[in-house]
T-cell receptor, first 115, second 111 residues
C-alpha cells in the first residue's frame, strides 16, 4: 500500500520569497513520485517527476524537488515566488515496476502569493 | 494537438437521475482514469481501465459505472445510487509508468 501526506493545506508567501511545499510518502516498493499543479476550474498539469534517476529533479516554471529516501520525502521548492504560482499543488506516488498504473494523491496544498 | 476532452464543463442533475460524463483522448494511451475531487480531499480514484473492455474499481466506485468499448473513450455514469454526487470530476490517461495527463474536468451539481 502507498500513501502521501502533504504537510500544510495552505501556504502563504510573499512575491520573491522561497516556496517550500512538503510531501512525505510511504510505499512498500521503490516509488515513482510526481508533483502536479492545478489552477482554478482546470485539470492537473505535471510539474515534475522522479523515476529513480537523479534525486534532484527540475521541472517547469522554475520548480524543483529532491527525493530523500531516508526521510521518505519529496518536497517541492522554488527560489523566488511569482504571482502566477498561486494555485493548488498535489504530490502523488506510484509503485515502480510491474504493471501498476495507479497514482495515489495527497490532499493538496493551496499556495497563496502576496504582493 | 493531442489531449483529453471532457464534456460538458458544467452538468446539473435532478434527484433520481443518472447522468453520463464524457471523456475522450487522442493520445493513444492505454490506461484511462476517473477521479472525484472535493475541497480539501485531494483526488480520489473512482474507476480505471488499463485496456479496452476491462476496468477496475477504485477507492470510491459505489454509485458509479463506466465502460471502455473504445481505446479513446471512457465515459462515467453517475447513478441515482450516488447520494452525494456534487463534485468536480477529472478524467486522465497514461501509458504504463508514465505521468497521467488530465482533462479540464466536469463540475456536477444537483438541482
Amino acid at each position: 500500500a502507498q500513501s502521501v501526506t502533504q504537510l500544510g493545506s495552505h501556504v502563504s508567501v510573499s512575491e520573491g520569497a522561497l516556496v517550500l511545499l512538503r510531501c512525505n510518502y510511504s510505499s512498500s516498493v521503490p516509488p515513482y513520485l510526481f508533483w502536479y499543479v492545478q489552477y482554478p476550474n482546470q485539470g492537473l498539469q505535471l510539474l515534475l517527476k522522479y523515476t529513480s534517476a537523479a534525486t534532484l529533479v527540475k521541472g517547469i516554471n522554475g520548480f524543483e524537488a529532491e527525493f530523500k529516501k531516508s526521510e521518505t520525502s519529496f518536497h517541492l521548492t522554488k527560489p523566488s515566488a511569482h504571482m502566477s504560482d498561486a494555485a493548488e499543488y498535489f504530490c502523488a506516488v506510484s509503485e515502480s515496476g510491474g504493471s501498476n498504473y495507479k497514482l495515489t494523491f495527497g490532499k493538496g496544498t493551496l499556495l497563496t502569493v502576496n504582493p | 494537438d493531442g489531449g483529453i476532452t471532457q464534456s460538458p464543463k458544467y452538468l446539473f442533475r435532478k434527484e433520481g437521475q443518472n447522468v453520463t460524463l464524457s471523456c475522450e483522448q487522442n493520445l493513444n494511451h492505454d490506461a484511462m482514469y476517473w477521479y472525484r475531487q472535493d475541497p480539501g480531499q485531494g483526488l480520489r480514484l473512482i474507476y480505471y481501465s488499463q485496456i479496452v473492455n476491462d476496468f477496475q474499481k477504485g477507492d470510491i466506485a459505489e454509485g458509479y459505472s463506466v465502460s471502455r468499448e473504445k481505446k479513446e473513450s471512457f465515459p462515467l455514469t453517475v447513478t441515482s445510487a450516488q447520494k452525494n454526487p456534487t463534485a468536480f470530476y477529472l478524467c486522465a490517461s497514461s501509458m504504463q509508468l508514465q505521468p497521467q495527463h488530465f482533462g479540464d474536468g466536469t463540475r456536477l451539481s444537483i438541482l
